[in-house]
T-cell receptor
Framework: AQSVAQPEDQVNVAEGNPLTVKCTYS??????LFWYVQYPNRGLQFLLK??????LVKGSYGFEAEFNKSQTSFHLKKPSALVSDSALYFC??????????????FGTGTRLQVTL | NAGVTQTPKFQVLKTGQSMTLQCAQD?????MSWYRQDPGMGLRLIHY???????DQGEVPNGYNVSRSTTEDFPLRLLSAAPSQTSVYFC????????????FGPGTRLTVL
């Protein structure tokens, strides 16, 4: 089955330290991969996506993600975490052959907690 | 642009009641979707639409109906509410094609007693 996995329910990091939120995928062919963030009592907001090309993707709020085909991973990173980055982060994928944006498959989410 | 709007924000139902969750977008997006979010399970696709008059089932469609009479609106109907439908519901829209990101509404928190 096509899926994405987020192995960590929660990630804790001190403000100013680098952060990584992990995502691995199991998708036949070339995937379209996305990261979304959800702040408390809000809808999901798009952060970044990998379609093709450069394996390092830069997104909103200083986040970036590295696509690694050999490890089937798409980890979200930020060089210096902020308390305001504390939120729920979702990895998602869409298959290239669906032809529709409506069939996103989401991971279970990782809660990021950044402390002073 | 208001983006994707959802009403109501909160709703409490009794088992067996029916209701409609409203979703509208003003971005002229062809694609619209409904998801439910449950703790530890991420978001799961309920129904989606690729344009006015066209809908299809997602991963968890049972107990829900949808219709798409206009590009802007995509209501989700609960036919006979059950406690298992207690969840947060999100509507999303997209310009189309699988490499486009989706735009999400603020959500409706539904409790079924």
């Amino acid at each position: 089955a096509q899926s994405v996995a987020q192995p960590e329910d929660q990630v804790n990091v001190a403000e100013g330290n680098p952060l990584t939120v992990k995502c691995t995928y199991s998708v036949s062919g070339n995937p379209y991969l996305f990261w979304y963030v959800q702040y408390p009592n809000r809808g999901l907001q798009f952060l970044l996506k990998y379609i093709t090309g450069d394996n390092l993707v830069k997104g909103s709020y200083g986040f970036e993600a590295e696509f690694n085909k050999s490890q089937t991973s798409f980890h979200l990173k930020k060089p210096s975490a902020l308390v305001s980055d504390s939120a729920l982060y979702f990895c998602a994928h869409n298959r290239m052959d669906t032809g529709t944006a409506s069939k996103l498959t989401f991971g279970t989410g990782t809660r990021l907690q950044v402390t002073l | 642009n208001a983006g994707v709007t959802q009403t109501p924000k909160f709703q409490v139902l009794k088992t067996g009641q029916s209701m409609t969750l409203q979703c509208a977008q003003d971005m002229n997006h062809e694609y619209m979707s409904w998801y439910r979010q449950d703790p530890g399970m991420g978001l799961r696709l309920i129904h989606y639409s690729v344009g006015a008059g066209i809908t299809d089932q997602g991963e968890v469609p049972n107990g829900y109906n949808v219709s798409r009479s206009t590009t802007e609106d995509f209501p989700l109907r609960l036919l006979s509410a059950a406690p298992s439908q207690t969840s947060v519901y999100f509507c999303a829209s997209s310009p189309g094609l699988s490499y486009n990101e989706q735009f999400f509404g603020p959500g409706t928190r539904l409790t079924v007693l």
